[in-house]
């Protein structure tokens, strides 16, 4: 079947194609009784816009990219979900590209979003230690606002948790229940959240005249299915924590499972990050800290969508507040 086009729905009308085109893009220079008609005959129809040739004519894709580390992350994914959501609310198409916490792949996806001429960047960047891509995306001219993560060196507009206030939260519980030899298992590289939440955990012990020892913190890898050596690097550090604070819920379940399958006791109390439960059920209790609501994803794409309009004003840094909850 051939494409519908303006010129069908106008014949079908007896009217302009003009008349056609501004009914379409929003015009209100035509009334409400003809607006009603083309809109139901270009639906009978099955028309459906040309969004190359509307860019070519405007300059703009109405397209956005989310560039994530790992797709597969429970907290991502609902986030994606969250973007997209007001993304179509605005009229704006994302695109989603994974990066698996690879920094070339993110420099790929960067240049892949430039390719597909999208209006701006949502970045969770990837942070191995191996650099940043900022420079780069400040080259390309597309508006860009880092969720989920930041560098603190860096000036940029971002939108994260307050991971300082959350490792905080997560070592307190722990300290005012009488365990104070805890084990941090954080992520790899140099992520900022990781480092945050480590800072709140000190923090904690610091308020309450104690230091916590360097020897009790693990980096591992925050991927999923890495239960196997997380559980090899604690028995390697010949230490007997008496409780584990873990950078997310998946490594906490990861952990866990490994230790069930092995038959081994897991008494430990475990606090992690990501509150998981509160958008997935689980058929079990778990201690977790996470943002105490679902605004990070609105709020980064209001400040993206701001800057895509032309504002030009200053960074701007927002942290959504946490709690810690036991489900």
Same mark, same amino acid.
């Given at each position: 079947m051939k494409r519908v086009k303006l010129k069908d729905i106008a014949a079908e009308l007896n009217v302009t194609v003009s008349t056609v085109s501004h009914v379409l893009n929003g015009h209100d220079d035509i009334s409400e009784s003809m607006k009603k008609k083309v809109?139901?005959?270009? !639906?009978? &129809?099955?028309?459906?816009?040309?969004? *190359?040739?509307?860019?070519? #004519?405007?300059?703009?894709?109405?397209? %956005?990219? $989310?560039?994530?580390?790992?797709?597969?992350? !429970?907290? &991502?994914?609902?986030?994606?979900?969250? *973007?997209?959501?007001?993304? #179509?609310?605005?009229?704006?198409?994302? %695109?989603? $590209?994974?990066?698996?916490?690879?920094?070339?792949?993110?420099?790929?996806?960067?240049?892949?979003?430039?390719?597909?001429?999208?209006?701006?960047?949502?970045?969770?960047? %990837?942070?191995s230690g191996e650099g940043n891509h900022i420079e780069y995306l400040r080259k390309t001219g597309i508006p860009f606002v880092l969720f989920s993560r930041f560098f603190r060196d860096i000036d940029t507009d971002y939108v994260c948790s307050d991971d300082i206030k959350g490792g905080y939260l997560a070592a307190s519980h722990l300290l005012e229940r009488g365990f104070d030899e805890t084990l941090y298992i954080g992520a790899y590289g140099s992520l900022e959240c990781s480092q945050d939440r480590y800072?709140?955990?000190?923090?904690?012990?610091?308020?309450?005249?104690?230091?916590?020892?360097?020897?009790?913190?693990?980096?591992?890898?925050?991927?999923?299915?890495?239960?196997?050596?997380?559980?090899?690097?604690?028995?390697?550090?010949?230490?007997?924590?008496?409780?584990?604070?873990?950078?997310?819920?998946?490594?906490?379940?990861?952990?866990?499972y490994v230790f069930l399958k092995e038959g081994k006791a897991l008494d430990l109390p475990i606090v992690s990050f990501d509150i998981t439960h509160s958008y997935m059920r689980l058929p079990f209790h778990h201690t977790s800290v996470g943002m105490t609501d679902d605004s990070l994803a609105p709020k980064a794409f209001a400040l993206l969508l701001s800057r895509m309009k032309g504002f030009t004003g200053p960074s701007e840094h927002i942290l959504i507040d946490v709690s810690l909850r036991r489900f």
């Amino acid at each position: 079947m051939k494409r519908v086009k303006l010129k069908d729905i106008a014949a079908e009308l007896n009217v302009t194609v003009s008349t056609v085109s501004h009914v379409l893009n929003g015009h209100d220079d035509i009334s409400e009784s003809m607006k009603k008609k083309v809109k139901e005959t270009a !639906q009978r &129809l099955g028309y459906i816009s040309d969004d *190359v040739a509307g860019s070519l #004519r405007s300059g703009k894709t109405k397209t %956005v990219a $989310l560039i994530v580390p790992d797709i597969a992350n !429970q907290l &991502l994914s609902r986030q994606i979900r969250l *973007v997209e959501e007001e993304a #179509r609310r605005a009229g704006y198409t994302a %695109v989603i $590209l994974n990066t698996n916490e690879s920094f070339p792949a993110e420099r790929e996806a960067i240049e892949a979003a430039c390719r597909k001429r999208v209006d701006g960047i949502m970045l969770c960047p %990837v942070q191995s230690g191996e650099g940043n891509h900022i420079e780069y995306l400040r080259k390309t001219g597309i508006p860009f606002v880092l969720f989920s993560r930041f560098f603190r060196d860096i000036d940029t507009d971002y939108v994260c948790s307050d991971d300082i206030k959350g490792g905080y939260l997560a070592a307190s519980h722990l300290l005012e229940r009488g365990f104070d030899e805890t084990l941090y298992i954080g992520a790899y590289g140099s992520l900022e959240c990781s480092q945050d939440r480590y800072l709140g955990i000190c923090r904690a012990y610091e308020e309450r005249g104690l230091r916590f020892p360097e020897d009790r913190v693990i980096s591992a890898d925050p991927r999923g299915g890495q239960g196997e050596k997380l559980a090899a690097q604690i028995e390697g550090r010949n230490i007997t924590p008496d409780s584990l604070i873990v950078f997310s819920d998946l490594m906490a379940f990861d952990l866990c499972y490994v230790f069930l399958k092995e038959g081994k006791a897991l008494d430990l109390p475990i606090v992690s990050f990501d509150i998981t439960h509160s958008y997935m059920r689980l058929p079990f209790h778990h201690t977790s800290v996470g943002m105490t609501d679902d605004s990070l994803a609105p709020k980064a794409f209001a400040l993206l969508l701001s800057r895509m309009k032309g504002f030009t004003g200053p960074s701007e840094h927002i942290l959504i507040d946490v709690s810690l909850r036991r489900f």
